[in-house]
């Protein structure tokens, strides 16, 4: 009894952890940018769902009967991963990365304040020489930029000398935590265990195993040819993915019979669209 009651402990804790760390992944599709106050909120999120959930699957892995020496080695590489994603998370994405770019935004704004108000001027100058000029029938003179100075280019050109990461790749790094990255590995163990070892629903495992799979794959193209405007909301997507899987296996152990109906359900619906389809 006091087993079954740890299991499920286990199991909520775990499922509101998840829920919590995909609703922060969702706040950050939306907000991307670290001097925001919808970023912190994200990452509070994030992080708080991920220690709920280390908990969580510390608990079921330990009482249940469900999970053999390889399910205990992904529960283990789970638990390894939360603690990286939280310092990560924390150090760079609350921290590090927000502190340089506001560092950067203080220098540009200080270095460009002379050229604003020069930009200002010359432009008043060229409007009215048009101006004159339109009367006369002249040409118009074209106008001209002051050059800005580029406060991140020179923080990062700064810590390149000191030979420290820029904040573009520690911007990356950042959302490879932030991300679920480091949750990627033992999702895919846990999940494959699970799924030799037969006594859990097949299609959470599989949804576990796909998730993790599908997240992995875009770490890695966003570390290659994918821009930082497409790898982040797409990192942040595969993240949310990812902890709804997780969600899905928390429910699935504290109601399995509710989630054999549901998997049972939606397979036969597949099966008669299959049928549908192949008839038409």
Known sequence: MLLRLKLRVGAGTLLAG????????????????????GWFVAMVLITLGTVALLFGVVAYALVSDEVNLVGLGGAGLLALGGFALILGTVALDVVVVPLLLAMAATIAGVLNAPGSAM???VNSVIAGINAVGSVFGGGSVPSAKIPQADGTQIVSSMLTSLHLPTIAVLTRW?????????????????GYALLKQGAFPRPTSYLLVGAAGLNLLCQLLALGPLPPAVSAPLLAITGMLLFAA?????????????AARLWSTGGARLALLRQSTSRQ
């Open 18 to 37: 998840a829920g919590l760390a995909a609703l922060g992944e969702l706040v950050a599709i939306w907000n991307a940018n670290p001097l925001a106050r």
């Open 119 to 121: 930009q200002t001027a």
């Open 174 to 190: 950042g959302r490879f935590f932030s991300s679920g990255g480091p949750l990627t590995l033992g999702c895919l163990v846990l």
């Open 246 to 258: 997780l969600a899905v296996f928390a429910a699935t152990i504290l109601s399995p019979q509710a």
